[in-house]
């Protein structure tokens, strides 16, 4: 069984496989929605927001406990209750205004996780996957921002085509930790037997 370097590991996997389940489905709402109400669209991106929010605080109180990881979790859980405040009560009815908002959080977002691929992460597969989801984010962020010649519900779908890159990265990225984890979980056992099966051996040659 191959080694697995247990600082590889997020030991909050389970936040990820939440994220990516949440941000799927509502960017598959989102991005094919008929709904041109922009008032009700921008309330359930707020919503959502908050909900994501809610998820990495938690995920955070939860990395704290084992002293690792919670402020990448904080600043995720920041950005999101930000930008979910700023568009239900600034910019609710204001095109321009939400336009810019979910531009510059999904540009932030993007930011964050190609720093969090970079500093945070020392795995090889979980650095590409959250460095692709920061490349992407920083695209769409750039093309929801120069979307406002267009109808008002363009740019949301942009947004809602985010949220499925989102999903997807995020569950990929805990399904796989989750494997490390496992995967460790049987080595140490494994290694455990070896062990006292070594020293049975060495107890009986000193008989």
């Known amino acids: 069984m191959a080694h697995i370097n247990r600082r590889f590991i997020d030991k909050h996997w389970f936040v990820f496989v939440i994220r990516g389940l949440m941000a799927g489905i509502f960017g598959f709402v989102l991005l094919f929605s008929g709904s041109s109400d922009l008032g009700s669209v921008i309330s359930m991106v707020s919503l959502f927001l908050l909900c994501m929010g809610i998820v990495d605080s938690l995920g955070a109180l939860y990395a704290s406990t084992r002293k690792r990881g919670w402020i990448n ?3 995720d859980a920041v950005i999101d209750v930000a930008a979910a405040l700023g568009l239900l009560f600034i910019a609710r009815n204001d095109i321009v205004g939400s336009l810019i908002i979910i531009s510059v959080y999904t540009v932030l977002s993007g930011v964050i996780d190609i720093f969090h691929g970079f500093l945070s992460t020392v795995d090889p597969t979980d650095r590409f996957i959250r460095v692709l989801a920061g490349v992407c984010g920083c695209v769409m962020g750039a093309v929801i921002i120069n979307a406002g010649s267009f109808e008002i ?3 949301v779908r942009f947004f809602g085509a985010y949220m499925l890159i989102v999903g997807v990265t995020s569950m990929i990225y805990g399904v ?5 984890k496992i995967e460790d ?4 056992k494994e290694a455990r037997k070896v062990l006292l099966k070594n020293k049975r051996t060495t107890t009986k040659r000193k008989k």
């Open 176 to 180: 796989h930790n989750r494997a490390q």
């Open 153 to 155: 519900m363009t740019f």
């Open 185 to 188: 979980k049987v080595a140490r």
């Open 73 to 75: 979790s904080i600043i």
